[in-house]
C-alpha cells in the first residue's frame, strides 16, 4: 500500500495516535540518520508515515536536526506530500497562543545549517523556485479538513524560523514584526526548502505556544505555559490530518 501522506511533528508530537496496521522502519540516508524510526500506519484506509522530528524522547534541538536524512528519508519511503508540525510563538494579534495556523510565507533567519542537497562536493546544484515556499493544494486541502472537521485555522500567515534553542528577544521580535513574521518558530528551515528540492508537496501546521517575546502581557515567556498550550492544541492534529485524508 503506497504512502498517502507522511506527517513530521514537532515539540509535543512525539507519535501519532490511532493508525492501525503498523510498521516500523530505520532508514539510513546518504546524509545519516533521520532524527527516529519511521512509523507507518492506516489511518481508515489511508497509510502515512510519521516521523519525530526531535527524536521520540526529543534530544535533538531545533539547530542539531538532520533535516535533510528526515526529508530524505520519507521521500525515499514514498512520501510525495508532506505535513510539517511545528511549535511556534505568536506576533500577530490574531496569533495568540493554542491558535492553530496554516502559515503562507517564511522568512528565515536560521544559520549555519546545512539548508540543501547540493551542499555535498560535486553535486550538481539545482536551484528551485521558492517564491512560495508552501504547497498552495495541500495548504487549501488543510483548510478546507479544518473547517469539516470544526477545527479553527488561521489561513495564512509569515513563519519566522529562527536558530533556536533559546527564545528570542524583544527586540528580535520586534524586528521579526516589522519584517513581516507573524510566527516564529526553530524548525521550519530548512524542512520546507529540502522538501521543495525533491519536489514533494510540503504544508506547515503551526502551534501557536505562547506570545513571542514581547508580545504578551508578561515580562517574560513561562515555559510551563508553552508546554500546557502546546498539549491543548497539539490535540487538535490527529483530527485535522484524518479529515484532509478521509475527503480525498
Ligand atoms: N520562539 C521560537 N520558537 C518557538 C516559540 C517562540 O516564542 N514558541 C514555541 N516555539
Same mark, same amino acid.
Given at each position: 500500500?503506497?504512502?498517502?501522506?507522511? #506527517?513530521? @511533528? /514537532?515539540?509535543?508530537? &512525539?507519535?501519532? !495516535?490511532? =493508525?492501525?496496521? #503498523?510498521?516500523?522502519?530505520?532508514?539510513?540516508?546518504? *546524509? @545519516?540518520? !533521520? +532524527?527516529?524510526?519511521?512509523?507507518?500506519?492506516?489511518?481508515?484506509?489511508?497509510?502515512?508515515? *510519521?516521523?519525530?522530528?526531535? /527524536?521520540?524522547?526529543?534530544?535533538?534541538?531545533?539547530?542539531?536536526? %538532520?533535516?535533510?536524512?528526515?526529508?530524505?528519508?520519507?521521500?525515499?519511503?514514498?512520501?510525495?506530500? #508532506?505535513? /510539517?508540525?511545528?511549535?511556534?510563538?505568536?506576533?500577530?494579534?490574531?496569533?495568540?497562543?493554542?491558535?492553530?495556523?496554516? !502559515?503562507?510565507?517564511?522568512?528565515? &533567519?536560521?544559520?549555519?545549517?546545512?539548508? +540543501?542537497?547540493?551542499?555535498?562536493?560535486?553535486?550538481?546544484?539545482?536551484?528551485?523556485?521558492?517564491?512560495? $515556499?508552501?504547497?498552495?493544494?495541500?495548504?487549501?486541502? =488543510?483548510?478546507?479538513?479544518?473547517?469539516?472537521?470544526?477545527?479553527?485555522?488561521?489561513? @495564512?500567515?509569515? &513563519?519566522?524560523?529562527?536558530?533556536?534553542?533559546? =527564545?528570542?528577544?524583544?527586540?528580535?521580535?520586534?524586528?521579526?514584526?516589522?519584517?513581516? +513574521?507573524?510566527?516564529?518558530?526553530?524548525?521550519?528551515? $530548512?524542512?520546507?526548502?529540502?522538501?521543495?528540492?525533491?519536489?514533494?508537496? &510540503?504544508?506547515?501546521?503551526?502551534?501557536?505556544? %505562547?506570545?513571542?517575546?514581547?508580545?504578551?502581557?508578561?515580562?517574560?515567556?513561562?515555559?510551563?505555559?508553552? *508546554?500546557? %498550550?502546546?498539549?491543548?492544541?497539539?490535540?487538535? #492534529?490527529?483530527?485535522?490530518?484524518?479529515? =484532509?485524508?478521509? +475527503?480525498?
Amino acid at each position: 500500500m503506497s504512502l498517502d501522506l507522511a #506527517v513530521i @511533528g /514537532g515539540t509535543g508530537l &512525539y507519535q501519532f !495516535p490511532g =493508525l492501525t496496521d #503498523v510498521a516500523t522502519q530505520h532508514v539510513d540516508t546518504p *546524509f @545519516g540518520a !533521520p +532524527s527516529d524510526a519511521i512509523v507507518s500506519g492506516r489511518l481508515g484506509e489511508r497509510r502515512i508515515a *510519521f516521523l519525530a522530528r526531535h /527524536g521520540g524522547s526529543h534530544t535533538i534541538a531545533p539547530h542539531r536536526v %538532520n533535516y535533510r536524512a528526515n526529508v530524505w528519508a520519507l521521500h525515499a519511503l514514498g512520501a510525495r506530500r #508532506v505535513v /510539517g508540525v511545528n511549535a511556534v510563538g505568536g506576533i500577530r494579534d490574531d496569533m495568540g497562543p493554542r491558535v492553530l495556523a496554516v !502559515p503562507d510565507q517564511i522568512i528565515d &533567519y536560521t544559520h549555519g545549517r546545512v539548508s +540543501s542537497f547540493c551542499d555535498v562536493d560535486g553535486a550538481k546544484v539545482e536551484h528551485i523556485d521558492f517564491s512560495e $515556499p508552501y504547497s498552495a493544494s495541500l495548504r487549501a486541502g =488543510l483548510v478546507a479538513a479544518a473547517a469539516r472537521a470544526g477545527i479553527a485555522v488561521v489561513d @495564512g500567515g509569515c &513563519y519566522g524560523a529562527t536558530q533556536g534553542p533559546r =527564545l528570542e528577544t524583544r527586540a528580535e521580535i520586534a524586528r521579526m514584526r516589522r519584517d513581516g +513574521s507573524d510566527l516564529v518558530g526553530m524548525t521550519g528551515m $530548512p524542512e520546507a526548502a529540502l522538501a521543495r528540492e525533491l519536489g514533494i508537496d &510540503y504544508a506547515c501546521v503551526a502551534l501557536v505556544a %505562547n506570545w513571542a517575546a514581547g508580545c504578551g502581557d508578561t515580562a517574560e515567556i513561562s515555559l510551563e505555559e508553552i *508546554f500546557e %498550550n502546546l498539549a491543548a492544541v497539539t490535540a487538535h #492534529v490527529p483530527p485535522l490530518i484524518a479529515a =484532509l485524508l478521509s +475527503s480525498e
